[in-house]
């Protein structure tokens, strides 16, 4: 009797054990095509706003971080699919989003914008863009956005893998312009000596189909890493951390 008992204690410790670890690993979606948010260096390696902001979450949290790379539009499928635990990826909290997942607090709030060649006559005025061809990324506000508001009035709208693949068509000439984030779009092409033709025509503001800035994507009823996350957050907005954070890649604010 009592040596089952203690193989009942042992092997109850052990499971206690393997569960302590397996909380002791956050891993984060990302698709790193978003720069300054999140981007692949010369050498590989992750780099950009959220993947700094990440690891600043993990390391107040004392947990380790594991980031998981994918693709933007398929990264909410792969969540429910367990593939990591959160997706920090420059995600806008919508109410569609929020059907399928939970959002920590907001992490910033950045405009989207109308990227086009400096000389073009083009706006953010619908009534400037009929018959143009405006490329976006997949799965984005900013896809929904042109496809909701703009296509239905004449404009062909193209979607992309990701936001940097928009880019090369547009340097071409095979884009009338593109709708982005402001900071990507400035940042990830306007700094750029491609770039330098080109330049923003105008931000939009719709809260409906924009939501309400961005924020870490958890599956639903996942109370214990949505608590973790939004402590910490609320420790580096305490203790300057994120303020530095942010003065690393912006010149203005990102959180209203």
């Known amino acids: 009797m009592k040596k089952s008992l203690s193989l009942a204690l042992l092997f109850s410790l052990t499971t206690v054990s393997h569960a302590a670890l397996a909380q002791q690993t956050l891993r984060f979606g990302v698709d790193p095509t978003f720069p300054p948010f999140e981007f692949k260096a010369a050498d590989g ?17 004392k947990v380790k971080c594991q980031w998981v790379q994918m693709g933007f539009d398929s990264s909410i499928p792969a969540l429910q699919a367990k593939k990591f635990d959160a997706i920090l990826s420059a995600m806008s909290m919508t109410d569609k989003r929020r ?14 914008a109308l990227l086009a060649p400096a000389a073009s006559t083009l706006t953010t ?34 979607s992309y893998p990701n936001q940097m693949e928009v880019y090369p068509d547009l340097v071409a000439g095979r884009l009338d312009g593109s709708l982005a984030n402001a900071v990507s779009a400035e940042q990830g092409f306007l700094t750029s ?7 923003i025509k105008g931000t939009l503001v719709d809260k409906v189909i924009f939501g309400d800035g961005v924020g870490i ?40």
């Open 45 to 61: 390696s992750l780099q950009g706003f959220d993947v700094d902001l990440g690891n600043a979450i993990c390391a107040q949290a």
């Open 99 to 112: 059907q399928q997942v939970a959002f920590s607090d907001m992490l910033y709030n950045t405009p989207s």
């Open 125 to 158: 005025d619908v009534a400037s863009l009929r018959g143009k061809t405006i490329g976006v990324a997949q799965g984005t506000i900013q896809e929904t956005y042109a496809k909701t508001k703009w296509e239905p009035e004449g404009v062909k709208v193209i």
């Open 193 to 199: 000596a491609e770039g330098k033709p080109y330049a």
């Open 217 to 256: 994507a958890l599956r639903k009823g996942d109370e214990a890493n949505l608590k973790m996350i939004n402590a910490a957050l609320a420790e580096m907005h305490k203790n300057g951390t994120y303020d530095q954070l942010t003065k690393k890649y912006f010149k203005f604010s990102v959180y209203p």
